[in-house]
C-alpha cells in the first residue's frame, strides 16, 4: 500500500526555520519525481515544490525562491523541505504528493507549519 | 503565475448533474492535456478523481467525468450523492515546468 507521512511542523517565529519531512513506503520512492504542496488555513491549494527522481532537478514557486530548499533521500525514502526565513503568509497545512505522468496520484495526509510571534 | 479559475461555489440536488469549470490559458490548461481534478473532504488530505483532462483512477466512480475546450476544463459530477459533497480543485502543469491549481469550488448537495 502506498503511504506517505510528513511531519516536522510546528509553530515557529517569523524569520526561523522548521524541516519538513515525508516518509515514503509501499512503493519504489528512487522512481517517482515529488512535490510539496501547500494549503493555508481556509484557502486552496499552493504548488510549492518540486524534485526528480533523483534530486538533480528542483523547481520553486516564486514566492519561496532563495528560502526553501527541497530534497530527498531515496536510500531511505524520505522527501524533505527545509523551509527558511519563515513569513506569516508560509502559515499552512504542507502535502507531499507522489507524481505521475504530471499529476499527483497519491497525497500524505500533511504537516501544519504555524508561522506567528 | 496566475490560479486557474473556478467557481466558488456550485449546488444541485441528489441525482441531478452538475458541472464544475476551470479556465486557465495557453501556458497550462490549453498547452497540455494534464489537466487533473481533486477531491477534499473537510479535514482530509486531497484525493485523486480524474487525470490527464478526463482519465478516472482505479476505484474513483464513473460518476465523475471530465472534459477540455481550448483553455476551459471541466468537471461533471453525475447522479449527484450526498457524499459527493466536498471541495474540488481542478490542476494543471505549465510551460514553466511548474504546476498551477484552481481556487477551489465547494460543491453543495442541497
Known amino acids: 500500500e502506498v503511504q506517505m507521512v510528513e511531519s516536522g511542523g510546528g509553530l515557529v517565529q517569523p524569520g526561523g526555520s522548521l524541516r519538513l519531512s515525508c516518509a515514503a513506503s509501499?512503493?519504489?520512492?528512487?522512481?517517482?519525481?515529488m512535490n510539496w504542496i501547500r494549503q493555508a488555513p481556509g484557502k486552496g491549494l499552493e504548488w510549492v515544490s518540486y524534485i526528480s527522481t533523483s534530486g538533480s532537478t528542483t523547481h520553486y514557486t516564486d514566492s519561496v525562491k532563495g528560502r526553501f530548499t527541497i530534497s530527498r533521500d531515496n536510500a531511505r525514502n524520505f522527501l524533505y523541505l527545509q523551509m527558511n526565513g519563515l513569513r506569516d503568509e508560509d502559515t499552512a497545512m504542507y502535502y507531499c504528493?507522489?507524481?505521475?505522468?504530471?499529476?499527483?496520484?497519491?497525497w500524505g495526509q500533511g504537516t501544519l507549519a504555524t508561522v506567528s510571534s | 503565475q496566475s490560479a486557474l479559475t473556478q467557481p466558488a461555489s456550485v449546488s444541485g440536488s441528489p441525482g441531478q448533474s452538475i458541472t464544475i469549470s476551470c479556465t486557465g490559458s495557453s501556458s497550462d490548461v490549453g498547452g497540455y492535456n494534464s489537466v487533473s481534478w481533486y477531491q477534499q473532504h473537510p479535514g482530509k488530505a486531497p484525493k485523486l478523481m480524474i487525470y490527464d483532462v478526463s482519465n478516472r483512477p482505479s476505484g474513483v466512480s464513473n460518476r465523475f467525468s471530465g472534459s477540455k475546450s481550448g483553455n476551459t476544463a471541466s468537471l461533471t459530477i453525475s447522479g449527484l450523492q450526498a457524499e459527493d459533497e466536498a471541495d474540488y480543485y481542478c490542476?494543471?502543469?505549465?510551460?514553466?515546468?511548474?504546476?498551477?491549481f484552481g481556487g477551489g469550488t465547494k460543491v453543495t448537495v442541497l
Open positions: 509501499g512503493f519504489t520512492f528512487s522512481g517517482y519525481s
Open positions: 504528493a507522489r507524481i505521475l505522468s504530471l499529476h499527483h496520484d497519491y
Open positions: 490542476s494543471s502543469y505549465t510551460t514553466s515546468s511548474t504546476w498551477v
